[in-house]
């Protein structure tokens, strides 16, 4: 778990009358959840400088008879099925754990560092009266690193990321899907995680959509309920979405914070194709695919990175080889694109002008008066 700097017995004392404004003003707001969750941190605090009363309340939170103890871990509950398929409603996916950070602009990464630094400082945004971001919206194409980052940040929070099964959760039993999606948020809820509700439009196309039948538009209802009961500062839920245009205006709302995703420039490319070939192929090659993948997902660039090192290994050929003989698909960039693409081959040797002519596309003749261009001096 993320911790802030753990106080002293003088900035206890001195936050102790934050700590009960913030406590009044949670219980006033009837949300039994949020004082429960408020309590267990205070108790954490105070163990260092109050060992007793942080043992005695623990105790209180732990006996206390609400199903919503935020003291359960992930295993102490069990996992909620659909009740006619008996399939889980969410999965627990902890491939992020240990894994590689995203590639992110700089934007991107700053809002989700954003949230991190709110985790962190969770203690002090709550005394001083605010909620830390409960709810975040990813939004961007497919593959460009939605789930990946989801997958990060749980880590990087040291939560585990409980994933909403859209399939499961939309019960062939009708007018079951709400009582599903509730079973799911109650379970989250419990066992302070982070949710992700993926591919959210799916789920929150506008209720007033006429191809919407009623189970979509309660479905939505549940959902904007139990992301408003969403206890603050206990786990996080996220939304992923490639289409932001068909989530209903209500939903919207209700998240904190919109992150965007964008598909990667060429800066990123370059960083991407460095990572997944892991040292596998030249720069003159990496140059190349920067070039030829413009408008290529960070998913996109994997597979087809993986795929040159697989035909690599399997044919025995050496991967930049490879690699140049994939560009015989991209034959339909602009000639200039292609002319670049004709001079990164040159300057990386070891391909005569015939098998250049045939990887890009363009006529010897062509490549001819091109090269003679570019050697004449300038102004020449
Ligand atoms: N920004 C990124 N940095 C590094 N690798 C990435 C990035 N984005 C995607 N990838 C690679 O592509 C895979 C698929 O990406 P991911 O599932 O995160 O995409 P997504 O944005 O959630 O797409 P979708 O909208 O289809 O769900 C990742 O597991 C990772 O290997
Ligand atoms: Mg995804």
């Not at 909620?80 to 969410?90: A, E, I, N, Y």
């Not at 006429?210 to 969403?230: A, N, P």
């Not at 194709?273 to 090659?285: K, T």
């Amino acid at each position: 778990m993320l911790k802030a700097d753990r106080p002293t017995e003088s900035d206890y004392e001195a936050s102790k009358d934050q700590i009960l404004v913030q406590l009044a003003r949670l219980c006033l707001s009837g949300r039994e959840q949020d004082v429960a969750t408020y309590l267990q941190r205070v108790a954490r605090r105070m163990r260092a400088t109050n060992p007793e009363v942080a043992a005695a309340l623990t105790t209180v939170l732990r006996e206390a008879p609400t199903r919503m103890s935020p003291l359960k871990s992930v295993s102490a509950a069990p996992m909620p099925v659909d009740g006619d398929s008996r399939l889980p409603l969410l999965r627990i996916d902890a491939s992020g754990v240990g894994r590689d950070e995203p590639i992110l602009d700089d934007h991107t990464r700053g809002s989700l560092m954003q949230i991190i630094d709110e985790r962190c400082h969770l203690d002090r945004l709550m005394e001083a009266g605010l909620n830390p971001s409960r709810a975040a919206l990813l939004i961007g194409p497919p593959g460009v690193g939605k789930t990946m980052a989801a997958q990060w940040l749980a880590d990087k929070l040291d939560l585990p990321l409980a994933v909403l099964d859209l399939s499961s959760v939309m019960s062939s039993l009708l007018g079951k899907t709400g009582i599903n999606l509730r079973h799911a948020f109650d379970y989250a809820k419990q066992s302070e995680c982070v949710l992700l509700l993926d591919e959210l439009d799916a789920i929150g196309k506008r209720r007033a959509d006429d191809s919407d039948v009623g189970e979509l538009k309660r479905l939505v209802t549940v959902l904007l309920q139990q992301i408003d009961d969403w206890p603050i500062g206990a786990g996080l839920i996220l939304g992923a979405t490639n289409h932001p245009e068909l989530l209903d205006s209500a939903l919207w709302r209700r998240f904190d914070l919109a992150v965007d995703f964008a598909l990667p420039d060429a800066t990123r490319r370059r960083i991407a194709l460095q990572r997944f070939s892991g040292g596998q192929l030249g720069a003159e090659v990496i140059d190349i695919l920067v070039t030829t993948m413009a408008g290529a997902s960070f998913n996109d660039i994997e597979r087809h990175v993986m795929t040159i090192r697989r035909n690599a290994v399997v044919h025995g050929v050496d991967p930049d080889v490879v690699a140049v003989n994939s560009i015989r698909q991209l034959h339909d960039g602009t000639l200039v694109d292609r002319l670049a693409i004709a001079d990164k081959l040159d300057h990386h040797g070891g391909f005569s002008q015939r098998a250049i002519s045939g990887l890009t596309g363009i006529s010897r003749d062509t490549l001819r008066k091109h090269r003679a261009r570019a050697a004449k001096p300038k102004g020449a």
